[in-house]
């Protein structure tokens, strides 16, 4: 079974700072996972499945050819620095997982590789928010985002492709009069 793919190994090497030296066939399933995970879900499952079989069938139409090439595969290139970093650190062997290391570089601090993913994940957000913006805007052009056909596993396009975290109470790194009785003032 081929999988389509939005984006060939050079235009994904050309247009990121991703070095020519790693395989594509560590990056090929990583793009299969972020077409599925993070582009599927903004485009709706009806759109997703249209955009497959023209790839496949090398047919894509003018109107999805610039959803693609403008707004998709810049998309893709930035998730891709979300998810890569833990692909390419790791490798699965038969006795277990090892931690890939070079003689020529350090690794990165757990800070690090946190704040690299934050701000991955803040990029890969914004450029995913443009598709999402680009489709409401030209809605007519593309029917199936409008509207998808109603089923049990239709996945319905998102509104925003920002994520955010829960507050879950008050209380936090700045009291809040309200959590302490004891400087509450009654003024009756």
Known sequence: MSKA??????????????SENVSYTQLRPTIVKVQEMHIQPVVGSALYAELVTQVIAGTLSANNTTLMQTYIQPAIIQWMYFELPM??????????????????STSMSEREMTRLM?????DAEWYTERI??????NHTLF???DNPPVAIDTIYPANSAYQTGMVLGRRGRYRDPLDYPENRRNYF
């Open 143 to 145: 029917p199936l985002f």
């Open 132 to 137: 999402t913006r680009y489709l409401q805007e």
């Open 118 to 122: 934050d701000k991955s994940r803040d």
């Open 5 to 18: 793919l939005f984006i060939s190994e050079n235009t994904l090497i050309e247009n990121s700072v991703i």
């Open 87 to 104: 692909v390419l650190a790791f490798k699965f062997m038969n006795k277990g997982m090892d931690r890939r290391s070079s003689t020529e």
